[in-house]
């Protein structure tokens, strides 16, 4: 009588230690980070159409067309897989991501030089997707920080931490970090 209650007991206190939600945080760490790539994706395959649109009305921007597209295809040759994200991968997905980003801003300030393309409905159309889109990767970021955040503190955290150094050798996920220069200093708007 004594066995059996005792490995029930031993069942209980394994269950509220982590056994389960070590793994499953884990998992929605890579399905949070996976969204991010998802949206980084989105961002991507919008950029031929903007850039396209743009080339229609803007022939005398070719080199801001041209840093657009090699940033695109720089940012899309860059992929981490959820099982080698680390500190040095993601630093190099976020450059190519900001090169991308810092492109693609370069383009709308060159787009305000031309009337005829802002008043282009496709032109409005896509800008306003790729806004869109800005704001769902920052959402999904934010998601996967939330998701790092719990992941991390399930495994360095007791008594899920005792679990982990037990049973999962888990270590900490990697947290994004601003890639933009000055990016804690707000930007100055002249006129």
């Not at 921007?61 to 720089?74: D, G, M, P, Q």
């Not at 990767?137 to 360095?156: D, F, P």
Request: hydrophobic fraction near 40%; charged fraction near 20%.
């Amino acid at each position: 009588m004594r066995k059996p209650s005792l490995l029930l007991l031993a069942l209980l206190s394994s269950a509220a230690c982590g056994v389960q939600a070590i793994p499953a945080a884990g998992n929605a760490v890579d399905a949070a980070w996976a969204e991010v790539q998802n949206q980084y994706q989105r961002r991507a395959d919008l950029v031929p159409n903007l850039v396209a649109t743009v080339k229609g009305f803007a022939a005398q921007e070719s080199s801001v067309l041209e840093a657009v597209t090699s940033a695109r295809a720089k940012a899309t040759s860059v992929t981490i897989s959820p099982e080698k994200l680390d500190d040095a991968s993601l630093k190099q997905f976020e450059a190519a991501q900001g090169e991308l980003g810092g492109a693609l801003s370069r383009l709308l300030v060159a787009s305000e030089r031309y009337p005829d393309l802002k008043s282009n409905q496709n032109f409005r159309d896509l800008q306003t997707t790729l806004e869109g889109t800005e704001n769902r990767i920052g959402i999904a970021r934010r998601r996967y920080i939330e998701a790092v955040q719990a992941h991390n503190n399930l495994i360095s955290v007791p008594p899920s931490s005792f679990t982990n150094a037990l049973f999962y050798h888990r270590t900490p996920k990697p947290q994004f970090t601003a890639t933009a220069e000055n990016a804690e200093k707000p930007p100055q708007v002249k006129f």
